[in-house]
């Protein structure tokens, strides 16, 4: 028995989030039906974050247990076949049995899309247009919410944890009519990138005075944006710190890619 990883890419549009749900169509349930079919029996994943519906993945992690022996890129070429166009196993690796996508050591990333412009037909869903956004305001309120804090009011309840505390790295890119920002910590409470996002913005736009994101990590979450939308965040990538996994594509000419 083998345990395996994949590193899974999807579009959230047609999905109610990763997690299964009974008699919904989802990003678990659609691998598991697939790996399933494989393996001739039912199998259940681990999984590295729980996106949310709409929320889309450039780099979402699984993993398995295997009784099949299979070389790895055929992984690739198998997942091809059974998966619909909306979703993709990108890179597969064997990994210890050790290994668990949210418990090994690990750093994740979201990026969040903004535009200054209206989205065209084929970016609608995949960003957030924002009208008369400040992004020289935006600059400065980022800095209220980097470092270490309770994040316990940038959270959405359902998800209770006994620590809320986290600490994030926040980057802002542009890049020609989007503004692309980034988030980078541990971990995540559930919600909390979309509602630092909905008020970062409702500040740069002039509807939330300066400084209201600082306000609301004291506890005043009447000055709390609303939850961005969902289809302008994307898990980017996840790094893990203690092991060296020996991802392989199915695009390759020399070499494995070790990243």
């Known amino acids: ?50 996106t949310d519906t709409g929320v889309h993945a450039y780099y979402q992690v699984v993993s398995f247990y295997s009784n099949r022996n299979i070389e790895p890129r055929k992984w ?14 990108w890179k597969v690796a064997y990994v210890p ?9 690990h750093e994740k990333e979201y990026i969040y899309r903004l535009s200054r412009c209206p989205l065209s037909v084929f970016d609608r869903g995949y960003g957030w247009w924002v009208r008369h956004l400040n992004v ?4 400065r309120e ?12 940038f959270s959405k309840t359902g998800a209770p944890r006994q620590n809320t505390i986290r600490t994030l790295h926040v980057s802002l890119t542009e890049a020609g009519k989007y503004v692309i920002l980034s988030f980078r910590s541990s971990g995540f409470l559930y ?36 939850s961005a939308p969902a289809g302008g965040l994307f898990l980017k990538e996840i790094r893990y710190n203690k092991i060296d996994i020996k991802w392989q594509e199915e695009c390759e000419s020399d070499e494995d890619d070790n990243t």
Do not use: C, W
């Open 76 to 89: 690739l070429q198998i997942m091809r076949g059974l998966l619909p166009e909306d979703v993709m196993v």
């Open 136 to 139: 020289d305001v935006l600059r």
């Open 191 to 226: 919600g909390m990138v979309r509602l630092i996002v909905g008020t970062l913005v409702e500040v740069a736009t002039g509807r939330l005075p300066q400084g209201a994101s600082g306000k609301v990590l004291e506890g005043d979450i009447s000055l709390r944006g609303k």
């Open 1 to 50: 028995m083998h345990k395996v990883a994949f590193v899974v890419q999807y579009d959230g549009r047609g999905f109610h989030g990763f997690q299964y749900q009974p008699h919904m169509r989802t990003v678990q349930g659609v691998l598991e039906q697939a790996i399933s079919r494989v393996e001739n029996k039912d199998i259940r994943i681990e999984y590295a974050s729980r």
């Open 97 to 105: 049995d050790s290994f668990h996508p949210q418990r090994t050591p």
């Open 142 to 153: 980022i800095e209220y919410v980097q470092g270490t804090h309770d994040f316990v009011y």
